[in-house]
């Protein structure tokens, strides 16, 4: 891919959480993800690429735009898959919380998997754990194999957990090993990428989320040299059936990063909507003017980028949520 695609898809980011960012706290999450989506769209016009969506807001019949299979970009240079997340966090942002983010991976064609929309068994690390943990391993394995490859003792040790019923056993497991936990509301995608920046204090991130953002989230950790282990957790005959569909025959497989996101090459790009332990969230600093933070990373090559921009709306008008 182009080196350049990865500033180009940074400005896809931020365009969304600049038209979002002030839906921060009304508890309208729907409108904040219309207009999130909206603004990412019309962005993605601007893009020199001829993507196609292979993670997005749904079927076409469930979503006007930036839905599975439609062709985004300008049509033109290399082909490639686009997993989008317009508005990372809906209720996050719709209750003013921390680390919602819009979100793209940008990756060869045919390289993301294209997770159906079910639940995901996820285990997620940064660098200096990577090879050291496994999702069929034990709560307490996995612990200490983190905090032996990080060099802490198990009780300073942060596990990241989505605040779910669901989760109670592994909150349990989690609290009889001895170390600590940072209980979320919502956004696995942030805290799975936080556990490969020693500055948030995360160190693994367990349970079940989203099976879209599970390959987001891999995807990121691909660039950042973690890892993300999965397991599609199907709930009845017909979400089964769309594994299969989409040729994931041995449902039970423990999927790795190379089944996540194949290759070496892939691009991420995240933009803050509200703070977060990684990115700060957009600030309109007058009538016209907005502050925003981003991170974009490759993973061929390593780079990573954290990028604060000032943004004259003056001079670029954010669409509205209704298209």
């Known amino acids: 891919m182009d080196r350049e695609l990865a500033l180009e ?23 904040a993800d219309a207009a999130a989506t909206n603004a990412m769209r019309e962005m993605f016009d601007t893009v020199q690429m001829d993507g196609t969506v292979v993670i997005g807001e749904g079927e076409m019949d469930e979503a006007p ?8 970009g300008s049509g ?8 989008v997340d317009p508005l990372e966090g809906t209720n996050i942002l719709a ?14 064609k045919g390289t993301l998997l294209h997770a159906p929309d079910m639940y995901m068994d996820k ?26 490859a990080t060099d802490k003792d198990i009780s300073d040790v942060v ?11 592994i909150i349990e497991q989690v609290r009889a090993a001895g170390a600590r936990i940072k209980l979320i509301s919502d956004g696995d995608v942030a805290a799975a990428v936080n556990t490969a920046f020693e500055d948030t204090g995360v160190d693994i991130l367990f349970g079940s989320g989203g099976a879209p953002e599970g390959v987001l989230a891999a995807a990121a ?31 039970n497989k423990v999927l790795t990063m190379d089944d996540l996101v194949k290759g070496d ?37 390593g780079t990573i980028r954290f990028i604060e921009a000032t943004h004259d709306l003056s001079r670029k008008p954010l669409p509205k949520a209704g298209g």
Not at 137 to 146: D, T, Y
Not at 159 to 169: G, M, N, Q, S, T
Not at 229 to 238: I, K, S, T, W
């Open 9 to 31: 898809i940074v400005r896809v980011t931020e365009m969304a959480a600049l038209n979002c960012a002030r839906w921060m706290g009304r508890g309208q999450k729907n409108e």
């Open 265 to 301: 090459d892939a691009i991420f790009a995240a933009t803050g909507v509200t703070d977060g332990e990684l990115l700060r969230g957009v600030r309109f600093i007058g009538k016209s003017r907005a502050r925003t933070h981003s991170l974009v990373m490759r993973a061929k090559t």
């Open 76 to 83: 033109t240079d290399e082909a490639v898959d686009v997993a």
């Open 123 to 148: 285990i997620a690390v940064g660098p200096k754990a990577k090879g050291k943990i496994h999702l069929d391993a034990s709560v307490q394995e996995n612990l200490q194999a983190v905090a032996k």
């Open 95 to 108: 209750k003013g919380l921390w680390n919602a983010m819009s979100v793209v991976a940008v990756a060869p």
């Open 65 to 72: 735009m930036l839905y599975i299979g439609e062709r985004v």
């Open 221 to 251: 950790l691909k660039c950042l040299g973690g890892e993300l282990q999965g397991r599609l957790l199907p709930e009845n005959d017909e979400q089964r059936e769309r594994c299969r569909a989409m040729g994931l025959e041995d449902i």
């Open 159 to 169: 596990a990241v957990i989505l605040d779910r019923p669901r989760h109670e056993h």
